[in-house]
């Protein structure tokens, strides 16, 4: 029993557990980004009080983990490994289909403008890149955890089925962000010595 009241008062103590359901994502669109998007970033638009970030809206997303690889070494025993190079995985976001089809057109027009679609010429990456932030909220909408993704752009728009017996589904729509690094905005405004000991985190004996 006892630690099941450690565990509580651990809880407690770090104000509680948070909801997957509770995120915003948001970015600031660069001079020429907006400029080349202007017509669909005023139908997606919904920026509290006239702000520069615009709010995207999707049904899932992933706060992105990292990845460490490795090689392995051995001489006269069992193979240890080493680390050698840190990877980020990409992000994967799901939006539900309005009737205006408004995130559809959004994505293939940022798609068309990184890559055109008449002469094939590819864009600088400073045209079509921006940084996207990701915000795990609390009930009340503050924001107690956030990473901003550095240079992200969609690197796929997946394709939309069509099904003759989904009447009662939504339509959804499923686009994969890449990035060149992320900052852990939690980590970097905090005075926490990193990593944290697993006993301050998890009670003895559960």
């Known amino acids: 029993m006892s630690s099941i009241n450690n565990f509580k008062a651990q809880i407690a103590s770090e104000l509680g557990p948070v909801n997957p359901n509770r995120f915003r994502v948001t970015f600031s669109p660069k001079l020429t980004f907006s400029q080349k998007f202007g017509i669909q970033l005023n139908a997606l638009d919904n920026r509290p009080n006239g702000g520069n970030n615009l709010v995207l809206q999707?049904?899932?997303?992933?706060?992105?983990?990292?990845?460490?690889?490795?090689?392995?070494?051995?001489t006269f025993r069992n193979p240890i490994k080493y680390p050698n190079i840190r990877t980020y995985e990409d992000v994967s976001m799901t939006f539900p289909i309005t009737r205006k089809f408004s995130v559809v057109k959004f994505f293939k027009e940022w798609h068309d403008q990184i890559v055109s679609k008449t002469d094939w010429t590819v864009a600088y990456l400073d045209e079509f890149a921006v940084d996207l932030q990701v915000e795990q909220l609390d009930r009340n909408d503050n924001v107690v955890y956030a990473v901003t993704l550095e240079n992200a752009w969609p690197v796929g728009v997946n394709s939309l089925d069509l099904d003759a017996a989904g009447s009662d589904v939504i339509s959804k729509i499923s686009v994969t962000f890449t990035y060149e690094k992320f900052k852990d905005l939690a980590l970097e405004s905090s005075n926490t010595t990193v990593p944290v000991e697993v006993a301050n985190v998890i009670p003895a004996g559960l």
């Open 58 to 74: 999707p049904e899932v997303v992933q706060i992105p983990g990292s990845q460490i690889g490795s090689f392995e070494n051995s």
